[in-house]
């Protein structure tokens, strides 16, 4: 298993300011995941990143509202730009592990757009 | 592409009882299966998978699921409930066939188990 944690564990952000989510893994790790949980929804993936290129958004999520870094391979980090209430929900991070690509999640980010 | 239906908003059960939680899934090619449990305020905890082998999984926090290929169905059981095991649980599946091995999500089942 992995531990992974994630920074800040909530807050509360204006509207069309922006919030960078820290992602952090206790180990080496090739994928990780940024998923998107709105209230009361299941999970949607935003993006995959790899260390050493480009994430790659799925439909629905561009790089410009949520650019992404991965620098080396135990941290990554989501930004959400120019926040709306729309994008209140809770962010979390997720990587590859274990035998078999099991995925482990991070406890999540809640974020509160005002 | 795969698909994952969770057909219960909502399970409610007596401690002490069976709980299933109800999965079906959909790929193309051979799937990989898991559930996943949120308690509030935490993010998703891994509970079993299925990838071959026994079609009965057994996970943490004894739970079970049942792979049933001519169902494509992936239930989840627990044989005597607790009020602790009240929480929302995701199933997911992974295609392999998919360079990706892309996780795709169940809308969720909240499960409420009354003392």
């Known amino acids: 298993s992995a531990v992974i944690s994630q920074k800040p564990s909530r807050d509360i952000c204006q509207r069309g300011t922006s919030l960078t989510i820290q992602c952090q893994v206790d180990s080496q790790v090739t994928m990780m995941f940024w998923y998107r949980q709105q209230p009361g929804q299941s999970l949607t993936l935003i993006a995959t990143?790899?260390?050493?290129?480009?994430?790659?958004?799925e439909s629905g999520f561009v790089i410009d509202k949520f650019p992404i870094s991965r620098p080396n391979l135990t941290f990554s980090t989501l930004t959400v730009s120019n926040m709306s209430p729309e994008d209140s929900s809770i962010y979390l991070c997720s990587v590859d592990a274990g035998k078999v690509n099991e995925q482990f999640f991070g406890p999540g980010t809640r974020l509160t757009v005002l | 592409a795969q698909s994952v239906a969770q057909p219960e908003d909502q399970v409610n059960v007596a401690e002490g009882n069976p709980l299933t939680v109800k999965c079906t899934y959909s790929?193309?090619?051979?799937?990989?299966l898991f559930w996943y449990v949120q308690y509030p305020n935490r993010g998703l905890q891994f509970l079993l998978k299925?990838?071959?082998?026994?079609?009965l999984v057994k996970g943490s926090y004894g739970f079970e699921a049942e792979f049933n290929k001519s169902q494509t169905s992936f239930h989840l059981k627990k044989p005597s409930a607790l009020v602790s095991d009240s929480a929302l649980y995701f199933c997911?599946?992974?295609?392999?066939?998919?360079?990706?091995?892309?996780?795709?999500f169940g809308a969720g089942t909240q499960v409420v188990v009354t003392p």
């Open positions: 790929v193309s090619g051979n799937p990989y």
């Open positions: 997911a599946v992974r295609d392999m066939t998919d360079s990706w091995g892309k996780l795709q």
């Open positions: 299925y990838i071959t082998g026994d079609n």
């Open positions: 990143a790899n260390q050493g290129s480009e994430a790659t958004y």
